[in-house]
């Protein structure tokens, strides 16, 4: 395993390897690694020849410099846990190299989830596909892996890379959970141990929809109302959005059919924490 | 000389050729094939072993729907002159696989340039830029050529390449003229016979400020000053911009220095037509 912290070493090993066409496999964090990481780790090594590890706190990706400044930072951490999957390529740019004083350029994928209620960020999602673009450019991988707990940003991503003819695929593997339920995120670590007991009545509130949906309930109204008795029944979690939509458009269904993506967000404390299923005609988690 | 009209066959044999680690040069062009181009292609052909010419009038790039209307096409008269050339593809993706119904996603330089008076015109290079990373996804080259004609376009690109971690170098050729000084431009053929004797008054223009410059005037304001003298003596021309910037940042100079962009644009009729000079310590055109 090489650590590498100079963009232009990573993107003079990547071009030598694809060049001799050997698939690289891209795991794209902000550090703080945690069981969702690491199945994501083990998909890619399945599916490539060489996996990259990157780890960059991304600036763009957040609404204030105060939630900047707190995201946990562990490199050592975070290093040691990576030594111990096969991982080819960890990859922790600077600040300075992936944003330059000067730099000015970004991509967005305008409308896009603009109709999902309460959930669309412009400045945060431009400055995903901006930083994950830039990824993609340096790290040149044939497959990029994401989790099924993101499934906004998977599905900006599969946009911006078909609208910009990217060869890079999309892999999004299922959530891990705790025994709990909570799904494993690196927000999770600002939860007080309270906060912690209350979080999974978020996935309980997606448990809910689920049985709702395999009793027969296919409208998507009355699924958001047994998601929202859920969540509102737990003091320390505020409902922030519930959403059934269409896991490719992300445009909101009036009724669950074939395929929906059934999406949560709740806040926990002053913690934003997401949680989805995916439902296509057998129901998956 | 093969000519490609699907996308997906483009990118495939680029791929394909890429990983054989053969370098690949793009010519892009928006058709209506003049000296200008054929300039740009001997380059390529010098520089690379597979060359590219792309034939695509970009919507994004016009400021109105009749000014897109009105750009000429004749493909078999551009086919016909490349074949000449030792051109290996021609790339003439068609409208609705480059912009498909649900295209959202564009890419964009900020602030760039945007300290010229007169000549930043957001949508106009927004489109450019956004159709170039298309084309450059697609297309995979090594270099790509431009005139430095267009010495705004070629700047913006090499500032959204360098932000955006991309491998591939843009090569600038010198202005190619036909007798009368008249740069070679696709929106020259929008000149009526009148207009066209005119034209020249650009190139003029610039050759007063290179005169300028070689007897020791280094202020800005002086240069731009002869340049809309010379405009202004010829009734069919209105002076658009007339600027001095530094060729890599754009930032506009209170004095020529080292390296500088003298730039001039100026509507004959209803044309807006560019052209410039760089002067690197020894001046060149």
Known sequence: MEIVNRVSRMAAMTAKVVSEDVKIGLVSTMGAIHPGHISLIQAARQMT?????????????????????????????????????????????PEEEMYPPDFTTYVEVESFGSKLPGIYKRNYFRGMTTSILKMLHIVKPAFIFFGQKDHLQGAILRKMMRDLNMDTEVVVTPVVRDSSGLAYAARNYFLSPAQKAAAPVIYRSLQAAQSAVLGGELQSKKIVKQITDVIQSEPLAKLEYAVVANPDTLEPLTKVQDSALIGVGARIGETSLNDSLLFERAPKT
Chains 1, 2 share one sequence.
């Not at 707190?70 to 740019?93: G, H, K, M, S």
């Open 49 to 93: 020849d060489i996996v990259v590890v990157s780890i960059f706190v991304n600036r763009l990706q957040f609404l204030t410099e105060e939630e900047y400044r707190q995201y946990p930072r562990d490199i050592t951490r975070d290093v040691d846990i990576l030594r111990q999957e096969d991982v080819d390529y960890i990859f922790t740019p």
